[in-house]
Structure formats: structure tokens, C-alpha cells
């Protein structure tokens, strides 16, 4: 209890000492963006683990060979003029991760990371199992991040994972750029995830190489079972508010057979489509799912509308503007796509599809009480 990392000093990780600069992840050579290959590499970086009143503050953590600073099983955490300069490179070497911890506030923070900068997951402490350790085990609740720049070849914000979930968490002010996925939120096993709040935040994300999950997506919603799961969290009540994304794919919506996605609403979004050379057929136009429940289906090609919403009951998009580029890939299709939907409702969406007579404005399958006004 009553503990903290304060001060200008830095902490440095000397990650590229446990990577094989050679070779990426599962053999092959190592391209420009990575992943490299962990060798051998020691635990997280910085670690609270069942501590109560801490604070970190205007400290540099930098080349992290796994997880930067990572708190678990914590609670009333505060987190000030952080920065994290990691290789982006590396993989696993994530920025802030939370897990099973509450009442956490993250403000005024710099992260550049390969993998995820900022996750927050419902993981348990294995440690919380022993006699006379005091750590918190719950879900990841109560979590504020606001005045945040965030970099990543994974997501900039995940949100998901773990048994003990996540709920009533929110991110305000927050500058995304240079980033594989913008936001990122999941249920992969039992742990529902519910109340989250994405208000006033840029996004700008590109295509890099398929060694890091994402597929250039500003934003990700899914809940899928990784393989061999019987049982399946929800995802629920999440809203994004006053986003402005430049991006090279739209944005994913998609629940599954085992767990529907509920009530999420999207209100003054604009999504520009970024085209280029790293939009081409081979690059783009992927559904990323990792981790899924088998390779086939967790990382096909597909043809992909500006917003695509699937296995959704309560839908709601207001004011929604999508812009294509000149010359979309040959992958674009709808600007609007719902499959499988329960309860939609779309209103100012200002958008069409990517190319005239090829797709339509809104394109509604199997899709149960829908309402589409100008």
C-alpha cells in the first residue's frame, strides 16, 4: 500500500538483447515492421502486483522485452506524464496492461509500442490462488484514460480477454496514430465485457505486416471463441462518440452464434478510407480474428464494407460520414453492411458505396427491425 515509481529517471529494458534480430515469429525472415523473434527473454518489465494507493508519474520506461509496466490483482492506481518508448518491433512488449485491477486513472501519457500500448483484460493474478497474498480478484472495472498519444503495430486500445472481464471503463482525448488496429475490443472466453465509453479520439492506422494482429480496422469489436471454448462472455453497451479516423479498412462489428454483441451505438464518426500502395489485394481486405477459433476462419479474405455489423442486437449509428478514396481497392463493397442484426437503426449517414453499381448505400441481410432514416 502507499506506493510509487515518481520522478524524470529512466527505466530501460534492453530488449533487443533477447530478440533474434534475424528471424520473425514461427521462422522466416524478419521484415521491415517485424515481429522479431523472442529468444530468451525475462518477465514483465514493471510490475505492481496486489498493491492498494499507487502512483506512477512522469517516469521513462523504454525498450520493454515484454510487457512495460503491467499492474495486477490492484486498486486506486494513478497513472501521470508517462512515457513508454519501446522497438516497435517487439512483440508482446505491451505498453500499460491491466488485469483484474480497479479504480485506475491513466492521464497525459506518451506510448509507442509494437504490441498493444494501452490493454485492459479480466486476467488473473496466478499468484491470487496462495495463502496470505491480498490481491483484488475481479474484473477490470472503474478505468479513466483521458489527454493520451498513442502508437502500435497492435492495437492502441485493447480492451478484453480474461475469465474475470472488464466493465465500466472509458477513453476521452486520446490521439491515435501510426497504429495496425485504432480499438480494439474482444470476448474470446467466459469473461463478458460491458460499459465502455470511446469519446473524442483521432485515429489514424495502416496496414503492416500479418505477423501483428489487426488489419488497419479504427475500430474492432468482436466476440469469438478461441478453440476449444464451450462458454463465451458478452460484449455489451459500448459507444463511440466524436471519432475522426483516417484509415486503410472500416470498421468490424461481429458477434457469433455462442455471443451476440448488444447495444452498441456510434454517434458522429467520420471515417476517410486511405488508399495507397499498401492497399493492394494481397494486403488489405482481411477479417483478422486472432485468436479465433480455427485458421480458416479467423484470418479470410472477404469483401468489406465502410462499416460492417454482424450477430448485432441493438444498433445504433447517428451521423455517421464515410469517404472513399478515388480508386478504392477491388475489395470495397457496401457502405453500410448488416448481417444477422436484431433492433438497427441508422440515421445522417452521409456515405455510399465504395464504387457506383458496385455495392449498395445500406445493405441489410437477414437483419430483423431495422430503421434507416436520411
Avoid at 41 to 70: A, I
Avoid at 237 to 248: G, N
Avoid at 330 to 340: L, S, V
Wanted: hydrophobic share 35%; glycine share 12%.
Amino acid at each position: 500500500s502507499d506506493v510509487g515509481l515518481e520522478g524524470s529517471g529512466v527505466v530501460d529494458g534492453n530488449g533487443d538483447r533477447f530478440m533474434d534480430q534475424t528471424s520473425a515469429i514461427g521462422g522466416g525472415p524478419v521484415g521491415r515492421d517485424g515481429p522479431v523473434n523472442p529468444v530468451h527473454r525475462p518477465g514483465n518489465m514493471v510490475v505492481f502486483s496486489g498493491c492498494k494507493r499507487v502512483v506512477v508519474r512522469d517516469v521513462t520506461l523504454r525498450d520493454s522485452p515484454s510487457w512495460t509496466l503491467h499492474f495486477a490483482g490492484s486498486q486506486d492506481v494513478v497513472i501521470e506524464g508517462l512515457t513508454i518508448d519501446n522497438d516497435l518491433r517487439v512483440p508482446n512488449n505491451d505498453g500499460i496492461h491491466l488485469t483484474s485491477s480497479r479504480d485506475v486513472r491513466i492521464s497525459d501519457c506518451f506510448i509507442r509500442t509494437g504490441d498493444d500500448a494501452i490493454a485492459v483484460s479480466g486476467l488473473d493474478d496466478p499468484r491470487q490462488s496462495l495463502p496470505g497474498f491480498d490481491a483484488y480478484s475481479g474484473p477490470t472495472e472503474d478505468v479513466v484514460v483521458t489527454n493520451c498519444v498513442l502508437s502500435s503495430r497492435s492495437s492502441a486500445i485493447r480492451v478484453g480477454y480474461g475469465k474475470q472481464g472488464v466493465r465500466d471503463c472509458s477513453f476521452d482525448n486520446i490521439v491515435i496514430k501510426d497504429s495496425n488496429r485504432g480499438i480494439g475490443v474482444f470476448a474470446r472466453d467466459r469473461g463478458s465485457v460491458t460499459g465502455l465509453r470511446f469519446s473524442n479520439i483521432t485515429i489514424e492506422t495502416r496496414l503492416f505486416s500479418r505477423g501483428w494482429w489487426g488489419n488497419g480496422e479504427p475500430i474492432h469489436v468482436s466476440a469469438v471463441p478461441m478453440a476449444g471454448q464451450t462458454r463465451l462472455g458478452r460484449v455489451s453497451d459500448i459507444s463511440f462518440s466524436h471519432i475522426r479516423a483516417r484509415s486503410p479498412s472500416g470498421i468490424v462489428i461481429l458477434g457469433s452464434p455462442r455471443s451476440a454483441i448488444e447495444d452498441v451505438q456510434l454517434d458522429d464518426v467520420r471515417l476517410d478510407i486511405s488508399s495507397g500502395s499498401t492497399t493492394s489485394e494481397r494486403d488489405g481486405g482481411w477479417l483478422d480474428l486472432r485468436p479465433g477459433p480455427d485458421a480458416p476462419s479467423e484470418y479470410a479474405f472477404r469483401r468489406l464494407p465502410g462499416l460492417l455489423a454482424s450477430r448485432v442486437s441493438g444498433l445504433t449509428v447517428r451521423n455517421f460520414r464515410l469517404d472513399w478514396p478515388k480508386k478504392p481497392a477491388p475489395y470495397f463493397t457496401d457502405g453500410i453492411r448488416c448481417e444477422d442484426c436484431d433492433g438497427v437503426s441508422i440515421e445522417g449517414f452521409a456515405g455510399g458505396p465504395a464504387r457506383a453499381g458496385f455495392g449498395r448505400k445500406v445493405r441489410l441481410i437477414r437483419t430483423r427491425g431495422a430503421v434507416v432514416r436520411p
